[in-house]
């Protein structure tokens, strides 16, 4: 089988839970060709990439999708690119908050995802749940960590893409959600069209 490493993220921003990390632990530990290894990783700029290079490097992954919450979106959106910039509107969990600097110093300014995001969406749209691609991640630690992945591995045989799922109902009175299986229902299509 392949191997997918599947993250979620830990709750900021002062939210008690994060969409993401509940909805990867309930996927099962194979999905299609693949067997999922899931971690949950700090929202943190810089260590949310060295936990996730560091395991998909031991794994020696064939796929790394990460997860996280995109507060306000209506549907799951996978994420076309990545950018080479920081800028924090609020400070990650260990309090650092960068405004307009590179993710990675020289970098490229972005890099497209591995996985074929466009066929996902379909997918997922197509059984009925709401799904969009979306052409930004953001400049946070979202974004900081599927930019790094992807210059990590860029010309390897590992590929990477990025998932922001919407709150669930639990979290919100006057935003958009959707509740947390079909969250974890869309990931599990998604996965499967790769
Ligand atoms: N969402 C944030 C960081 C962690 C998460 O779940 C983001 O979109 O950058």
Redesign the pocket.
């Known amino acids: 089988m392949k191997k997918l490493l599947i993250t979620?993220?830990?709750?900021?921003?002062g939210e008690k839970i994060?969409?993401?990390?509940e909805a990867v632990k309930l996927l099962p530990d194979e999905i299609g060709d693949f067997s999922l290894t899931k971690i949950e990783?700090p929202?943190v700029f810089g260590k949310?990439a060295d936990t996730v290079i560091e395991k998909a490097e031991e794994m020696n992954a064939d796929a790394v999708i990460c997860?996280?919450?995109?507060?306000g979106r209506t549907g799951v959106t996978p994420e076309m690119v990545a950018v080479n910039l920081r800028f924090a509107s609020i400070p990650?969990n260990e309090g650092n908050q960068p405004k307009d600097v590179p993710v990675i110093e020289g970098g490229e300014n972005a890099y497209f995802s591995t996985l074929p995001v466009r066929k996902m969406t379909a997918a997922v749209s197509e059984a009925e749940i709401t799904s969009s691609v979306s052409y930004s991640?953001?400049?946070?630690?979202?974004?900081?960590?599927i930019y790094s992945v992807l210059h990590r591995f860029k010309n390897t045989g590992t590929k990477a893409c990025f998932i922001?799922v919407p709150f669930i109902p639990e979290q919100t009175t006057d935003k958009p959600s959707m509740e947390l299986e079909t969250i974890a229902k869309a990931l599990e299509i998604a996965i499967k069209a790769i």
Request: glycine share 18%.
């Open positions: 979620g993220f830990e709750p900021f921003g994060n969409p993401s990390w990783v929202v949310a997860v996280g919450q995109a507060g990650d991640a953001g400049t946070y630690v979202c974004n900081d960590l922001h």
